[in-house]
């Protein structure tokens, strides 16, 4: 079993190009938001679905985290 975590929230807009690529190469997008701000649920839909769609990804999955 081989994975790649691609932390994006950090990331340069020169990284754009290889994390688009990595989408396309993905068995699985995992989109990750805070249950505590509202607005990281928000730019999933404002920004990554659009964003994936784009790219013709299909295969998503959501993640809520709650930090304590």
């Known amino acids: 079993?081989?994975?790649?975590?691609?932390?994006?929230h950090n990331s340069r807009?020169?990284?754009?190009v290889?994390?688009?690529d990595e989408c396309k190469k993905a068995d699985v997008?995992?989109?990750t938001y805070s249950?505590?701000?509202l607005d990281?649920?928000?730019h999933i839909s404002t920004y990554?679905?659009?964003?994936?769609?784009r790219l013709d990804v299909s295969?998503?999955?959501y993640l809520c985290f709650v930090w304590a």
């Open 59 to 61: 295969k998503i999955s």
């Open 1 to 8: 079993l081989r994975y790649i975590i691609y932390d994006s």
């Open 18 to 20: 290889k994390l688009e």
């Open 40 to 42: 990281t649920l928000e």
């Open 48 to 53: 990554w679905l659009p964003e994936l769609r």
């Open 13 to 16: 807009p020169q990284d754009k």
């Open 29 to 31: 997008v995992v989109l």
């Open 35 to 37: 249950c505590e701000r």
